[in-house]
């Protein structure tokens, strides 16, 4: 057979990672696509050193590539939403495939894109864009196709997970931390897409559109990040048998979809409260298959390239087939327009800690506020005023409750005269 012949747009960490696992496992590659896969042109702003492309050509602009008749698929590696969107639309125009690796790209602007490859019968393939090498889309649109799936749970930023583990073990400095995972290659271009959570709400964006057939819906997520997340709280949750981790949650409810990006308490038994630094672990319950859990790096050259070329090997097997034959861009059943439910709307368990100065009876007001509205304890721990120090602290874990009920719970509580500064409330997940 032709070998396939690509474009890479984007020479930087994701651009050459794929660069060199096409050059490196070329025999491999070529054995599983059943034909050779080239890279026929590049496109780069500046050449990337660990790259070896004296025997390829190069060019500054990406449209030459999305318009260069002799490519048969473009790799878009830009990143960002404008350039890269009217790159993405322009190679569809023009007949090509098209493998991404920009969740920002799919999660906000997935629907016109896929919508414009349909038309042209050409591919758009994006496992990169989610949890990085970790296979999880072919997993969860394929290989849990027989399933109705009932939830899904992960820990979907590698940067912000490398951050809360640094920070964790070696009591190391957030933005210092920070500044490692963006010498290490893990950041987004913009890191408050990391630590605010956006990053992780795009990719959660679609693994929810594939898991439960529902459109693309990024600005219903629920988001919050890493960067309020205190010294204190990790160790509390620990003395509670808890670990705190950034994570994407959506569950398939009879209001409707949950949908949520925030700092959440896990059991520390369960393995994902175990995944660590830059790995990402996304948990997934599946009507009969019950729970399943895939671990792996979400961030970095090599194992975001495995992800491109994976696209790329089942682009090559299946480009000259019908399109009718090729997987559905988002789910194989017809998307149903499913309310997202507003986060005042979900119900979760939660865990609470409330400053108070140190008097008789604050922990009895404070227990009648939760009682009076429903909310049960689960268990408490109280700590007296370190030394030299007036303010003692309640840390309490809760029962599930509708949000609606914990906020109205936690603006009594910051109104009573003992009560010092805002309860800093964090969301716990069993994950069972
Ligand atoms: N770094 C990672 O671990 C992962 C990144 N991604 C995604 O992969 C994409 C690329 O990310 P990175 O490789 O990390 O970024 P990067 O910043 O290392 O590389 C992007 C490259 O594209 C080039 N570029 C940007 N606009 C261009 C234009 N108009 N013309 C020519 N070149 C242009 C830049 O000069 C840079 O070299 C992003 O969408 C990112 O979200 C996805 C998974 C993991
Ligand atoms: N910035 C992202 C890169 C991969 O998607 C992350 O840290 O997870
Ligand atoms: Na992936």
Redesign the pocket.
């Known amino acids: 057979m032709k070998p396939v012949k690509v474009g890479i ?7 050459g990672g794929t660069f060199n696992v096409l050059a490196t496992n070329a025999q491999n590659i070529a054995r599983r696509a059943g034909r050779e896969i080239i890279v026929e042109q590049v ?4 050449l ?1 050193p660990a790259c070896d492309t004296s025997n390829t050509k190069v060019t ?1 602009d ?1 449209f030459a590539v999305a318009t260069n008749p002799d490519v048969d698929v473009i790799v878009e ?4 939403y404008d ?2 969107k009217k790159l993405v639309l322009t190679a569809i125009e023009n007949g090509k495939h098209v493998v ?6 799919i999660a906000v602007h997935g629907d016109e894109i896929f919508a414009a490859a349909e038309a042209k019968g050409v591919s758009v393939m994006y496992e ?2 989610v949890a ?1 090498g970790i296979p999880i889309i072919k997993a969860i649109r394929e290989g849990l196709a027989a399933n109705r799936i009932n939830w899904l749970a992960g820990i979907i930023n ?1 940067t912000g997970n490398f951050i809360l583990t640094e920070m964790r073990d070696k009591g190391r400095d957030f933005y210092d931390v920070l500044k490692e995972a963006q010498e290490l ?2 950041a ?2 913009d890191p408050t897409f990391d630590v605010e959570g956006i990053d992780a709400a795009h990719k959660l964006t679609i693994l929810s559109s594939i898991a439960y057939g529902i459109p693309l819906q990024f600005e219903r997520c629920y988001t919050e990040g890493i960067s309020k997340i205190t010294r204190e709280d990790v160790e509390f949750a620990e003395e509670l048998g808890y670990r705190i981790k950034h994570l994407g949650v959506s569950r398939q409810t009879e209001k409707g979809i949950d949908l949520r990006v925030h700092p959440t308490l896990i059991p520390e038994a369960r393995p994902i409260a175990k995944v660590d630094g830059v790995l990402n672990a996304v948990m997934v319950n599946g009507n009969a298959v019950g729970n399943t859990l895939y671990v792996g790096a979400g ?3 090599g194992p ?1 390239a495995s992800a491109v070329v994976a696209d790329l090997v089942d682009l090559a097997r299946t480009m000259d087939a019908d399109a009718s034959v090729r997987v559905n861009h988002l789910a194989f059943d017809k998307i149903e327009d499913v309310q997202v439910l507003p986060i005042e709307e979900v119900e979760t368990a939660y865990y609470l800690r409330i400053q108070v100065q140190d008097k008789a009876g604050v922990l009895a007001s404070v227990a009648t506020i939760l009682s009076e509205r429903g909310i049960n304890i689960e268990a408490i721990i109280q700590k007296e005023p370190k030394e030299g120090e007036e303010l003692a602290q309640i840390i309490l874990l809760t029962h599930r409750i509708q949000e609606k009920n914990m906020n109205a719970a936690i603006a009594a509580i910051e109104g009573l005269d003992s009560t010092v500064g805002s309860v800093t409330r964090i969301r716990v997940e069993q994950l069972a």
Request: proline share 0%; glycine share 24%.
């Open positions: 747009c984007g020479l930087g960490t994701v651009g496109a780069a702003r500046s990337n500054d990406v590696l830009i990143g960002g350039v890269a991404t690796a920009n969740k920002a790209l990169a864009a990085g590698g290659g893990y987004e271009a961030a970095g050259a975001t």
